[in-house]
Nanobody, 126 residues
Framework: QVPVVESGGGLVQSGGSLRLSCTSSELILSYYGIGWFRQAPGKEREGIACISSVSGTTSYADSAKDRFTIFRDSERKTVFLQMNDLNPDDTAVYFC???????????????????WGQGTQVTVSS
């Protein structure tokens, strides 16, 4: 059992949608800022979206802007990443990470995130 767990990955056609979930049985995620990161083969990991713990402020990478949405459920137990208009460039392993310091705002750099999931594979076919 890892601190945070991602789910919802899979195979989807280009132009389709996918919703990823981030949960934890160990951490109370409402106390943490949550970031979504992805890593494609041969590329370094990049932050694509994040949401702060208290204010709910969000940030997005340019690659995710207008296509992806990060949000929490009503009980703030789960963090979702809704991905629309997917294309093959979105193919990657997607990671959820938790930051104990991202209270008012969040960032897409990895430094504040101390708890990481093992990743879920997202594959977009053409």
């Amino acid at each position: 059992q890892v601190p945070v767990v991602e789910s919802g990955g899979g195979l989807v056609q280009s132009g389709g949608s996918l919703r990823l979930s981030c949960t934890s049985s160990e951490l109370i995620l409402s106390y943490y800022g949550i970031g979504w990161f992805r890593q494609a083969p041969g590329k370094e990991r990049e932050g694509i979206a994040c949401i702060s713990s208290v204010s709910g402020t969000t940030s997005y990478a340019d690659s995710a802007k207008d296509r992806f949405t990060i949000f929490r459920d009503s009980e703030r137990k789960t963090v979702f990443l809704q991905m629309n208009d997917l294309n093959p460039d979105d193919t990657a392993v997607y990671f959820c990470a938790a930051s104990p310091t991202s209270l008012k705002a969040c960032e897409l750099g990895e430094s504040p995130y101390g708890h990481w999931g093992q990743g879920t594979q997202v594959t977009v076919s053409s």
